[in-house]
Every structure is written in C-alpha cells, then in structure tokens.
C-alpha cells in the first residue's frame, strides 16, 4: 500500500487553473545539490505517514471544495506500480491529476499515459544534457530523459517543462535546453530557495542566483522555442 510522507491540504499554485491538494512521496534517485526536500530525497526524519486509504477517504470527503490532486516527491515513479493502483482510485472518485518528474522512468511515465491517469505533467530538466550527471549528482540514463520528453509533449494531455536556475548554468546550457524542448508548449525558469534547508548545505557556497536582468536575456533568447516562457520565484 502507498504511503504518503506529506500532504496540503488546499493549493491554488501548484495545479494550474485548479484548486488542489498536493501530496507527498519520499525517495528519489537524484542527489540535486539544490533540493529543498532534502528529508524526503534522503528518507530521514519523517514524522508523517498516511496511508493511501487514509488519503483516498480525505479525497471522497473534499471532492466538493476540490478538483485536482498533485502527485510530488522526491520522485513519485519510484513508487510504481502502486502508485498507478492508487490513481486509479483518485480517477474513480473524479479528480483531475498532475505529476511532477525528474523524467528517469519513462516507463512507468508512458503506463501512466496510455492509462489515462494523469491529466498535467510537469517534468523538471535539470540542466543541458551533458551536464545533467553534474547537476544531478548521480549517473544519469539521458536516453530515458528524452525518451520522456518525447513522450509528454506527443501525449495531448496539458504539460509543463521547468528548470531550476542558478549560476552553475550558463547561457549555452539553456540555448542547448532550448533546442531539446523545441516547440514545447509551456516552459518555467524557477529560481533556486536560499531560506531553506537544501540537500547540500553548502550549495550556496559555491553557487548563487541568477540575477532578474541576466533572466530576463536568458527568457528572450528562449523565447522563439516555447509557446509559453515564464519566471518562479523571481523577485
């Protein structure tokens, strides 16, 4: 049975255009230095744990408030196959599902797909290709990062590519970012936190963020690859 690490209960940012709850699942397979979920990456100092029928049964006593439920981490396909069997559950009771991903388990991506059991994607890309082991921080299989991003953008469901900026990416790296998700409908640039605990504590060390104005030339030179580009947590 499918455990939960975390939930909120009510969300109008993180499911476009939906009133949502988000629910979390630990573990993942990437060691991104820049994480601010460290304790569910690294399966420590979790206090909570709801079971998939305790969410299931929430879900049944707010579907009049809500109407969409987003599925995060860590990484949510690391918990496949129950985590199909459980949104097969939220589909009977009628909500709409977005899933975050790293895009490491086209698989079980592509199941999720042709079963019909999602409705938004949002997969993070976490730098150029070539640097993706670096950012990353674990060996990384890039034929299944693109086999995925294959996959969402010929699904027809809604979607969304983002990537997490900070000074370790350059200008190049998103002009090869650009190229790799040419013709994409949506695409994000969020900036990495500096008032939480991160994965690597000493992350903003070595690294720092992307100024707005540097963003705002990275954006137009982007611009001609994304129907949509927009900005997070930028001030």
Known sequence: MLTF???QKTTLIDYPNEIACTLFLDKCNFRCSYCYNPDLVLERNLGVSITGKE??????????????VCITGGEPLMHAPDLLEFLRDVKKIGYKIKLDTNGSFPEHLEAI???????YIAMDIKASL??????????VNIDKIIKSIKLIKESGILYEFRTTVFSGLNSNDF???????SGSSKYYLQQIKTNVPLLNKDFLTN????PKEDLNVIIENLT?????IETRGVS
């Open 130 to 139: 070539d640097k993706y082991k670096e950012v990353a921080n674990v060996p």
């Open 207 to 210: 690294f720092s963020i992307i």
């Open 113 to 119: 797909i042709n079963d019909g059991l999602v409705d």
């Open 224 to 228: 001609p690859f994304f129907g949509k």
């Open 175 to 181: 002009e090869e970012i650009g190229k790799l998700l």
């Open 55 to 68: 969410i299931l049964q929430f879900l049944e006593d707010r579907k009049v408030f809500l109407s969409g």
């Open 5 to 7: 690490k975390g939930i």
